[in-house]
């Protein structure tokens, strides 16, 4: 397949581009970025360095990858960014390099990035996510599978958002969101089970039950924490969804929202 590169396009010597690649007016691809097969980017849309982006990712207006952590501990040491495919970023979206030498910013497969959202150094962002416009992340954030982060959310450095969690527009999440929980405001407490995101990914009415079951021990039967665990592992043991649930929280090193 022929890619097609406009005239005005910058593209450093030091990239690589895959089959069928478009790149569009006034782009930059920098040095060390290896863009996909069929990756197209539209316009004004910059990618530097050392960047790799897998196929099908779509790039709209302004949209800026790869660019230096803002971390100020940062000091020029090689670090990079690593997309999957099918993924769509809006315009003015960014996401960073790594901090630390070595490390890695790290975006799954199928996202879509809305306008403005961002994506900070060291976070980890599974698959099929959503980020709505200014959707934001620090440094070091983890996003899981199927998780919607709502519109002006702001999330703290080394925190967690579970899979199929979401959060509300305008939330300040400042501890882990655990999985299929809705989450909002500031500061952010979990509401409910994200119980419409369960049902349109599919899930048993029975599997969507369990959860809501787990959500009351959780959050509404005056229990501690290591107490709840305990009767979700005795009641709803048997339940994957739920155990995934438990074995989030049990890992949480901030402590979960409430």
């Known amino acids: 397949m022929t890619n097609h590169i406009h005239p005005t396009a910058v593209i450093d010597p030091g990239a690589t581009l895959g089959a069928g690649v478009e790149i569009g007016p006034y782009c930059v691809v920098g040095a060390g970025v290896t863009l996909g097969d069929r990756c197209r980017l539209q316009s004004h849309v910059v990618i530097q360095g050392p960047t790799t982006v897998g196929a099908d990712n ?39 390099r790594a901090t630390a030498p070595g490390g890695v910013t790290k975006v799954g497969h199928r996202g879509n990035f809305l306008s403005y959202s961002h994506i900070a150094h060291d976070c980890i962002v599974g698959d099929d996510v959503i980020f709505s416009n200014n959707g934001t992340l620090a440094g070091h954030v983890e996003v899981e599978d199927q998780a919607i982060i709502g519109g002006l959310t702001a999330v703290h450095q080394f925190c967690r958002v579970g899979r199929l969690a979401i959060t509300g ?73 739920v155990m995934q649930l438990v074995d989030f929280v049990a890992g949480s090193k901030r402590g979960i929202i409430r």
């Open 58 to 96: 779509e790039f709209y207006s302004f949209a800026c990858l790869g660019q230096r952590s803002q971390d100020l501990k940062y000091a020029g040491e090689p670090t990079y960014l690593e997309v999957g495919d099918g993924n769509t970023f809006r315009e003015f979206v960014t996401v960073h």
């Open 169 to 241: 527009g305008c939330s300040k999440i400042v501890q882990d969101v655990p999985p299929f929980m809705m989450a909002d405001g500031n500061p952010g407490a979990v509401r409910h089970i994200n119980q419409v995101g369960l049902e349109r990914a599919g899930m048993e009415k029975t599997t969507v039950r369990a959860i809501k079951d787990a959500f009351r021990i959780l959050y509404r039967a005056n229990l501690n924490t290591g107490q709840a665990l305990e009767r979700m592992r005795a009641e709803l043991g048997t339940v994957p969804e």
